[in-house]
């Protein structure tokens, strides 16, 4: 995984614009754009382009070939893997201050958050470093923009989370599975491998492998469709008990004036 071997000396520096940090590793072929700062120990592989404002913190790793869109933030410790694409104002390695711990924040420990190959990252996406282990996304996963990944998230590889999907800390998605607009996952749960959840679906448990969800809270999609076509058959029920009680009366009424019409 890129990040394990030792940065190599810190000599070497791109010829192009912003900040580096004396003990960071830039490859020559690498470009930063003005505005961008590069901390101490970070390390920014072969034909890495950072454009402007980007941010890389101490310690972190750029493999080859990633680029970094306008404003991104890569946190201390993040290991981003090869031929990435990651999309303005996107935010690797969030973490919240521990309660009642004035101060700043202590450097995360290395590698809490990894980002695998050939992994793109949509706008504005925040993804939160790892607490008890590491948050991961998989290789060739698709992340949309407005995404956010708590803690100890693990998305497999080609995983493919669209725009504004939300997922609680401890949450894993398996490979292949997709996870449509606005689905929120709870905490801990398990996504299966190429199972897919529909938009604005609220999943409170686990999904399994190939299963197809939806819902508030999300349910196999027949069990769904079921229950929506639920309500108009209890329509044309109350429908179809409205008339015969409709007939009942009719006939009921001809029964008594045809009794009263045969009286001596």
Known sequence: MPGDEPAPPGEQVAPSAGRRDRSAW?????????????????????DVSLHPHV?????????????????????PGVVLGERCLVH??????????PEGLPGPLAPADPHRLVVEDDVEIGPNTVVESGQRATTRIGRGAVLGGQVFLGHDCEIGAGAHLVSMVG????????????????VGVTGNARIGDRAVV????????????????????????????????????????????????????????ADFHTRNDSSP
């Open 55 to 75: 941010v890389v913190g101490a310690g972190a790793h750029v493999g080859a070939g990633t680029v970094l869109s306008a404003g991104v933030c890569v946190a």
């Open 88 to 97: 303005p104002g996107v935010v690797l390695g969030f973490r919240y201050r």
């Open 167 to 182: 997922l609680a800390g401890g949450v894993t998605v398996g490979e292949q599975a997709l996870l449509c607009g606005q």
């Open 198 to 253: 529909f938009a604005h679906s609220g999943v409170i448990g686990n999904v399994p492998d190939d299963g197809r969800y939806l819902g508030f809270p999300a349910r196999p999609r027949q069990s769904w469709l079921r229950a929506q076509a639920l309500p108009r058959l209890v329509e044309r029920l109350e429908r179809r008990i409205v008339t015969l009680e409709r007939a009942i009366r009719t006939s009921e009424s």
């Open 26 to 46: 830039i490859d020559p072929t690498a470009v930063l754009s003005p505005g961008c700062v590069v901390e101490d120990g970070a390390w920014v592989g072969a």
